[in-house]
Each structure stands twice: as C-alpha cells, then as structure tokens.
C-alpha cells in the first residue's frame, strides 16, 4: 500500500495543498502524522474520496455550467422574489437551487418581505420545542436579503465570531457576539434584523450577547474564514459583497474616532487579506480607505483608516442607514 507526501496526494487529487489540508482537517480524506508531525494519506483513503467526488460530480454534471437562456432570466427576474428556491427550480429545471440562488445574487434580486416571512413561518413550525437549532439545514446566505447578509457579514467581521456550541456535541458551528451591557439595545436591535437566524440575547450586569442556533451557514462560513492553518482569511467571495450597510456594522463593532480620524481595528485577520478586501470595497464604493499598521502590548496590529474626505461622504449614507434601519440611538455617536 503506498503512502503519499502532502505534496504527492495534492498531485495525486489535482488539488491544492492548502485545499487538501482543508479536506483532512474536517475529516473528508482520512490522513495520518508521522513521529516529525509530517502529514501522510494512504492511497485507499484518496482513492476513497475521489470515488465519493465522482460519484458527487456525476450527480451534478447536469446542472453545472449551464448557461442562463433570456427566457430563464426573465422567469427568475418575474418571479425570483416572490418563490422559494426549490420553487424557482421546477420553472427553471436546467439549474439547481444553489446556482439559481447565486445568479439571484448576481442580478440584484432580493427575495420579498412576504417571502421572508412565508419562510420565517415555515422554519418556526419546524423548529423543535428546545428551540435549539434551526431544522431547515437547506437554507444559504443567498436565501436572506441583502440588508441581513449585510449585517450578519458586517458582524463577522466585527465583534461576531463563529464557533462550535461547547454544551453539546453540534455538527455544525453558530454565531455569536458579546458588547457591554451599555449596548443592550443594540445588542436586541442586531437579534431582531437577524431574526430568520433565531438569535437570543443573553445579558448580565456586565455583558450581554446574541448567539444563534447552530447551522450549516456557519460551518461554511467558519471553514472558509480558516481555510489555512488556522489563520483568519478574508475571502472575496464571502466578505467582497460588502456595501455602506455592512461597513458600518463593521465599524460600530470595531470602529471609532482616534485622534483626528476614524479608524476600525482588525482581528487577526490575515493582512494580504484585509488589504486586498480593501482594495475591493474601495473599487466598489468608491472610496479610500487603507490599512495601516500600529503597536499594540508589545506586537502589531492592523487598523483600516477613514481619513476625513471619506467620513465626510459616508457619515451622511450611514446617519440615512441609521433613520432606515432604526438602529438605536444611542450608537449613533459613532457617525458624528
């Protein structure tokens, strides 16, 4: 039986090292470490995988790559607001619910307040009276609004972090974020615009916290923050989407005035991550923010700065937000 390098196997699959690593960390390739702590596969275990993934690509080869007709386009631009997705599909069967979902996405179609409540009904009739998880497992980001995946993106990366209940052995990881106990009310408002996701605060006379059931959103979203040994990545295709909603969540999470510019800290986020994401939301809003470094208890630390020409353009879009949204009050010291 031949044993494979991680280099090997990654040859062997056609993938790439840092995908491969992926795989074995959750457990899709079964691996093994040497005495050196050197990662090794048995060619079974990736002979293994690459029948489960052929037998998954046949399966899909269908519905892959099928380019939009104008007549499909026009179905899903009618209706695409007002079905669900799987309702889409049987008017569209040449494309399944995920790509369907995507090029909702793409051209700008939200799906409807009766909509999301015609879902919201449909998920609390199935949740389980614990109330402990969300039992629709099948539904993505690209099923909520833009407004809610702008918020919950924001969050991300802000305050939010995505981890496993620790009570219970979950499959899947949840949200959660902790503010002082000051920010109760907007702690409550966060819970509310997430409502489809079924947080619950939780408050003491110290801190108070929304936490959402575990669901697979979050294993995706955890999976593709920590692609890499356990760094946080920021990858376009997650975090790229981010508009003047999602930026200030951002920056009433992490935000503030220091000195005489504003500023959001950063995580530790992986910073030719944070740049190019920059980058990205400056093409897109047309702005200049930028990333700057900064000593912090004996390391270093990232900060994205909004010089004055830019909070002097986007004040004003987020003081609109703040009226639109009825994000409380007493946040609003932050964009003034």
């Not at 390739?29 to 002979?47: A, C, M, N, P, V």
């Not at 947080?199 to 979050?218: A, D, G, L």
Request: glycine share 6%.
């Amino acid at each position: 039986m031949k044993i494979y390098k991680i280099t090997e196997a990654s040859e062997y699959l056609g993938v790439s090292i840092n995908t491969l690593k992926t795989l074995a960390n959750n457990g899709k390739i079964k691996s093994f470490k040497t005495t050196g702590e050197h990662r090794r596969f048995r060619q079974y275990d990736l002979d293994a995988y690459m029948g489960v993934e052929k037998e998954k690509q046949e399966r899909l080869t269908v519905k892959k790559q099928v380019a939009w007709t104008q007549s499909e386009i026009d179905i899903l631009v009618e209706k695409g607001s007002e079905l669900f997705l799987h309702e889409l599909a049987d008017l569209i069967p040449r494309h399944s619910p995920i790509a369907i979902g995507a090029k909702k996405n793409r051209l700008g179609i939200t799906s409807s307040n009766g909509l999301v409540s015609k879902r919201a009904s449909i998920n609390r009739n199935k949740r389980d009276d614990s109330a402990t998880c969300i039992i629709d497992n099948s539904l993505t980001l690209n099923d909520f609004n833009n407004a809610v995946r702008q918020c919950l993106i924001g969050s991300i990366l802000g305050d939010g972090c995505v981890t496993k209940p620790t009570k219970r052995n979950y499959n899947n990881y949840h949200f959660s974020e902790t503010h002082h106990e000051k920010q109760i009310e907007y702690c409550k408002w966060k819970a509310d615009f997430l409502k489809d996701l079924y947080p619950r605060v939780y408050s003491s006379t110290e801190k108070c916290q929304v936490v959402t059931p575990s669901h697979p959103i979050f294993t995706e979203i955890r999976n593709a923050i920590y692609e890499n040994d356990n760094k946080h990545r920021l990858p376009l295709d997650l975090f790229g989407e981010l508009d003047e909603f999602g930026l200030l969540i951002w920056y009433l999470d992490d935000g503030g005035k220091y000195g005489r510019s504003q500023s959001i800290t950063s995580k530790l986020f992986n910073t030719d991550d944070l740049k190019a994401l920059v980058i990205h939301v400056n093409e897109n809003l047309g702005i200049g923010l930028y990333v700057k470094d900064y000593a912090h208890n004996g390391g270093i630390m990232s900060k994205i700065v909004i010089s004055a020409k830019d909070r002097d353009f986007l004040f004003p879009i987020w003081n609109k937000l703040f009226d639109k949204y009825k994000i409380p009050e007493n946040m609003r010291y932050k964009v003034c």
